[in-house]
């Protein structure tokens, strides 16, 4: 089974920051990989697919980039309403596999 | 308006059986692979199973494989998971998801004696 490591586990920033989460997968996946948002007592919500495809409604200060092994999701500049929980998503093969989340934390 | 309602978690004992459904509705469910992925209280998003639309493929993880049986019903736009030798470890929010945009608000398995 295909490993997501994902780093950092939590982030501290401030409105207006540029902030940068990674995903490193065990082997190479192309680039077929999702970032999901998830805040508390919500569904997750789907930002990026294919890697750096912008989910139809999603913001554009929200970017995806990478392919093979290395992934990153930049949040241009944060907003309130983005601190919540970051996933990736494998579904290169199966079992599909999250990363364990990243924390992101108002400073 | 597009709803994914997940019923028929609760309370059960280890070695327990329970069936979750996800009724759909407001978009084309027969067009759509379908998830289920799980949260443990107060821990990540864990994968679980998923199925193609006309249900010939069935994927899940491993530490699910033999217990957990993905199906569908295309004609009543639902779908389940049955959910047999039930542990401790299989105790969270369930959610029913075609893992783009649509997903459902979690129906929560506990399982305990």
């Known amino acids: 089974a295909i490993q997501m490591t994902q780093s950092p586990s939590s982030l501290s920033a401030s409105v207006g920051d540029r902030v940068t989460i990674t995903c490193r997968a065990s082997q190479g996946i192309r680039n077929d990989l999702g970032w999901y948002q998830q805040k508390p007592g919500k569904a997750p919500k789907l930002l990026i697919y294919a890697a750096s495809r912008l989910q139809s409604g999603v913001p554009s200060r929200f970017s995806g980039s990478g392919s093979g092994t290395d992934f990153s999701l930049t949040i241009s500049s944060l907003q309130p309403e983005d601190f919540a929980t970051y996933y990736c998503?494998?579904?290169?093969?199966?079992?599909?596999?999250f990363g364990q989340g990243t924390k992101l934390e108002i400073k | 308006e597009v709803q994914l309602v997940e019923s028929g978690g609760g309370l059960v004992q280890p070695g327990g059986s329970l069936r979750l459904s996800c009724a759909a509705s407001g978009f084309t469910f027969s067009s759509y692979w379908m998830s289920w992925v799980r949260q443990a209280p107060g821990k990540g998003l864990e994968w679980v199973a998923n199925i193609k639309q006309d249900g010939s493929e069935k994927y899940y993880v491993d530490s699910v494989k033999g217990r957990f049986t993905i199906s569908r019903d295309n004609a009543k736009n639902s779908l389940y998971l049955q959910m047999n030798s039930l542990r401790g470890e299989d105790t969270a929010l369930y959610f029913c998801t075609t893992l783009s945009d649509y997903w459902g608000q979690g129906t929560l398995v506990t399982v305990s004696s």
């Open positions: 998503l494998q579904d290169y093969s199966y079992p599909c596999s």
